[in-house]
């Protein structure tokens, strides 16, 4: 996606960009791509994350195809954001770079799929909630955007 200096850049990041970044950067372009100009990166990325592609095909995303990419690279890239939402619990943002200021950093603690026990099923319904979530969380983040 081309820049675009009259939309909003937003950056969620995770440990490994196989997951949490990877949902709220889809709904956030699905449901508000024409305010916002998004991406999701990991600390230390991975390859995108199984139960999470299957859970997303529910909203017809194929995210076959998607790249993981580190918030370093884009942090060296000097890439400027109004906010920079981590995904990940607070514990884990130690490694993450400090953009150039002025953004507004934001927390959202999901849990990290890789955390989640039981069958495939059990693992996979675990992921559908934590999908939901997220979407939930990204369609507040729209309306509490509006006015700013």
Not at 23 to 39: C, D, S, T
Not at 67 to 77: G, R, V
Not at 79 to 104: D, M, Q, W
Not at 107 to 119: K, L, M, Q, R
Request: charged share 30%; aromatic share 10%; glycine share 4%.
């Amino acid at each position: 996606m081309p820049p675009n200096d009259n939309k909003t850049k937003v950056v969620f990041i995770c440990v490994h960009n196989n997951g949490r970044s990877q949902i709220a950067e889809e709904y956030l372009k699905m449901f508000a791509g024409n305010r916002f100009e998004v991406e999701g990166a990991g600390l230390n990325p991975t390859n995108l994350h199984p139960l999470v592609q299957r859970a997303m095909e529910k909203d017809e995303f194929d995210l076959s195809k998607k790249k993981t990419q580190s918030a370093w690279d884009l942090f060296k890239e000097g890439k400027l954001y109004k906010y920079v939402i981590t995904v990940c619990h607070r514990a884990n943002e130690k490694g993450s770079p400090l953009f150039p200021k002025p953004y507004t950093q934001l927390n959202w603690p999901f849990p990290d799929p890789e955390s989640f026990e039981g069958t495939e099923e059990e693992k996979l319904q675990q992921t559908r909630i934590l999908r939901d979530s997220i979407k939930s969380r990204v369609e507040q983040f729209i309306e509490d955007t509006k006015s700013a």
